[in-house]
Every structure is written in structure tokens, then in C-alpha cells.
């Protein structure tokens, strides 16, 4: 389980820290929360040892610890840690370096991302000492989360305001997952390259390094889907909690597809499975003779996706790619078409950074209904707008929205 630190500090806004500590609770974190003294003017720690079921922090020299030093080792923990609401007072101490109770010292040890959302009268916020210290945290690598506009306690009206907790939330999970929008859903992923056997020590395969399948299947259990990757070989560790079934040729690939067809929502092939395999395959080691050159006779392979697209019900979810080097728009549309799937993921092999052996990716998404082409990013970052993609589609189809 990931941990979140919280650091709350004097600010009026103080109370809807209580409801951003158990929303990222509700979300799948451990929440650790350290009050600054003036917030403990604002709000009660029981409210918040109440909500996460963790001591909350306030004094440095608090004599009930266990044998650690409590501020460091909440920082060292710590997968994420959010300011929030910031008042003038700690975003000018980190700013300046001083550390003088728990709250400062803790941030001070922290090196996981650091997002601080500043809360306080509108006239404060613009103050210039206050900007130019939200410029340098900003310059050493803190996100700044923007206040929004609106009636202030005080009674003045402008910027200055928390944004609403579901919105803090959300910037905390670009960071370290994702909300669990795919809870329940049965996603079969297909990933990496088949190899076709030759004889018993040669085999037919390509370069896929199955990059891109497990940064989806990665992606699909952050946000709470029970994944089965079937994956060819590749030098990959399975992400955590992904239930990886290893197989060697396209017809195992199809196999343990096939077996799992009805029990899956959501199918995403990104396997660069073979489109021929040798007609025969030699028992025995295929020897050199004076003279001769032996030539392999190919058969088709079968087709996983289309097969899987041919009997599936209307409810299933099928996402297919595209790898091309010509007319890459056209030859993914006919796919989508031919194969009957929701969703061609195209990405071209000229461009520079994509396919199979980067990390990174350019990708355009062809659905009956248009195309849309995404930015050019990590393959972790481009799965996650691939699910929401299809997660939206999927609401659409239910008329449920996420
Ligand atoms: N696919 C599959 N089973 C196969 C071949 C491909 O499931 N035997 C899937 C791939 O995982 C991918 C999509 O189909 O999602 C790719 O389609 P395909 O027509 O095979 O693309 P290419 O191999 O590029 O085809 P072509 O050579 O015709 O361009």
C-alpha cells in the first residue's frame, strides 16, 4: 500500500483536510497526517487519527514514539507528500530552509514528490514575498497546486481558496496511481513476441520487448482491475498483483486466450504475435549438409484478436494495435473493421521513440466514431489514456458515467 503525508497547517481551510485525509484513505493509501501547531487551532488531530487509523503527528518532541525518529522516517515512508492547505507561514519556511517543528522538518527530509496547495486571504496569496517563495519551491521541484477563486472566509473575493478535495486528489494520484475507476473489471492483456519453433533449438520471432503490454497491464491494476497477462518471452518482471501466464508460440498465445474468452470485459492484444510459423517443425536438429540450403515452409498462424472479435459479446471490450510503416491510419482502420474491435491502438515504426523497443510512444487511437491522437509519452503515461479511453466508452455504452 503507498503512502500519503498529509501536512496540514493554520488556515481556515484546515477542516477540509479531514475530508482530503479519507478521501485518499477511500482511494487505497495509508495516510500519515502532521498538523502544524496553528492548525491544530482549525481542527482536532482525533478528527484525522479517527479518519486514517494513524497517530497524527504535531510536535517534534512528542516523548510517545516508536524507537524511530519519527520525522524522518514519515518522510522516508512517504510516496507522496501534499501541503495542503498551505498557509504563507510553512511555503515561506520550506522556501527559506528553516525546520523548526515537525511539519518543516519532515518536508525538509522528503524526497518523494512534494505538491503544496496554498490557502489563505487573496492579498496574502498576491503578496510578492509569498510569490517569489512559491517560485523558488516551484524552481527546486514542488508542485504549486493553483488556489482557486472565490468568496474567502475573510469575506474578500479572489484567489486564494482550497480547491475542491476532489480536485487536490486527483493531482495526488497523477503521481502515485490511480482511482480505482476499473474496480472488478477482468482485463486479458497479450503481450510481448511468440517465437516459432524450427527445430528444437531454433525458433522465428521479433523484436518485440513487450513494453508496451506491461505498462497497460501495469496500468490496468493501479486502477483496481484483475489482469491476466499472456506474454511470449521477454526480460520483464510482471507488475505487482498482474497474474502473468508465460507462453512461447502463437498457438499457446491462443490457447490460453481462448480458455479465458468468456470471462474477460476488457481484451487489449498487444502482442506481436507471428503471422506464420514453419509448416513443420523437426524433431531432431536441423544439420548443415555440403551443398544444400534448406528452405522453411510457412503456415498461417491464427489470428488471436480476430478470432476472439468474430464470437464476442456486445458487452466485451476489445482493443487491438497497430504496428505499420505505410499509410498508417488506413491500414488500422481496416484492422479495426476486420478484426471487429472497439479500438485500434496505430502507432507507426518510422517515428522516432515509438514501437517496440523504446520506452516511449506515439500512438493514434482509431475507433469507428473518429480518431484521436495522443501526445507523445511514456508507454506507463499512454496506457493510462488508453483505459480512460475505454473506461469512458464503456460508461458511455452503460450510460453510467465514472
Ligand atoms: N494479432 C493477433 N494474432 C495474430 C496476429 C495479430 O492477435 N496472429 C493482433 C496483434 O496483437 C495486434 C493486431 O492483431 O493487436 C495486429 O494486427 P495484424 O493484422 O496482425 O497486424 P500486422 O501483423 O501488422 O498485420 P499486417 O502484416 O497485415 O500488417
Same mark, same amino acid.
Given at each position: 500500500m503507498k503512502n500519503v503525508l498529509l501536512i496540514v497547517t493554520g @488556515?481556515?481551510?484546515?477542516? +477540509?483536510a479531514a475530508d482530503l485525509a479519507h478521501g485518499f484513505r477511500k482511494a487505497g493509501f495509508n495516510v500519515n497526517v502532521i498538523m502544524t501547531r496553528n492548525a491544530a487551532f482549525f481542527i482536532n488531530p482525533i478528527t484525522f487519527e479517527t479518519l486514517t487509523g494513524n497517530k497524527c503527528v504535531m510536535d517534534t518532541? /512528542?516523548?510517545? =514514539? /516508536? =524507537?524511530?525518529v519519527e520525522h524522518i522516517s514519515l518522510a522516508k515512508a512517504a510516496d507522496l507528500c501534499m501541503?495542503?492547505?498551505?498557509s504563507a507561514d510553512i511555503i515561506g519556511k520550506i522556501a527559506n530552509g528553516i525546520a523548526d517543528d515537525m511539519a518543516s522538518t519532515t518536508i525538509m527530509a522528503v524526497k518523494c514528490p512534494k505538491l503544496i496547495a496554498p490557502a489563505m486571504n487573496t492579498a496574502m496569496y498576491e503578496n510578492p514575498i509569498v510569490q517569489d517563495n512559491m517560485k523558488k519551491l516551484k524552481s527546486y521541484g514542488y508542485e504549486i497546486i493553483e488556489p482557486a477563486r472565490g468568496l474567502l472566509a475573510c469575506g474578500d473575493e479572489g484567489k486564494g481558496k482550497l480547491p475542491p478535495v476532489e480536485e487536490l486528489i486527483e493531482c495526488g494520484l497523477r503521481h502515485i496511481g490511480h482511482i +480505482? /475507476?476499473?474496480?472488478?473489471k477482468r482485463v486479458l492483456i497479450t503481450a510481448g513476441p511468440t517465437a516459432e519453433r524450427i527445430d528444437p533449438v531454433r525458433f522465428i520471432t521479433n523484436h518485440s520487448s513487450g513494453k508496451m503490454g506491461y505498462a497497460l497491464a501495469d496500468a490496468a491494476a493501479d486502477r483496481g482491475a484483475y489482469v491476466t497477462l499472456v506474454s511470449g518471452r521477454t526480460a520483464l518482471k510482471a507488475p505487482l498483483g498482474v497474474d502473468r501466464v508465460d507462453v512461447f508460440s502463437a498457438s499457446e498465445m491462443a490457447e490460453e486466450v481462448f480458455k479465458r474468452q468468456k470471462d474477460t470485459d476488457i481484451f487489449i492484444f498487444a502482442a506481436a504475435v507471428a503471422d506464420f510459423r514453419p509448416a513443420e517443425i523437426s524433431k531432431s536438429k536441423i544439420k548443415k549438409k555440403d551443398g544444400e540450403t534448406p528452405v522453411i515452409h510457412l503456415e498461417r498462424t491464427v489470428d488471436i484478436l480476430e478470432t476472439v472479435g468474430l464470437k464476442r459479446t456486445e458487452k466485451q471490450y476489445i482493443c487491438g494495435f497497430a504496428m505499420e510503416t505505410e499509410d498508417l491510419i488506413e491500414n488500422a482502420a481496416k484492422k479495426l473493421k476486420k478484426k471487429n474491435a472497439d479500438m485500434i491502438c496505430a502507432n507507426s515504426?518510422?517515428?522516432?521513440?515509438?514501437? =517496440?523497443? @523504446?520506452d516511449t510512444n506515439r500512438i493514434t487511437l482509431i475507433k469507428k466514431d473518429g480518431n484521436r491522437e495522443l501526445p507523445f509519452l511514456s508507454k506507463r503515461e499512454l496506457s493510462d489514456l488508453i483505459f480512460d479511453e475505454i473506461v469512458s466508452d464503456i460508461s458511455q455504452r452503460t450510460g453510467v458515467s465514472s
Open positions: @488556515s481556515i481551510a484546515a477542516y +477540509k518532541f /512528542d516523548r510517545d =514514539f /516508536d =524507537f524511530e501541503v495542503a492547505p498551505a +480505482k /475507476d476499473m474496480a472488478g515504426l518510422r517515428d522516432e521513440g515509438a514501437g =517496440f523497443i @523504446s
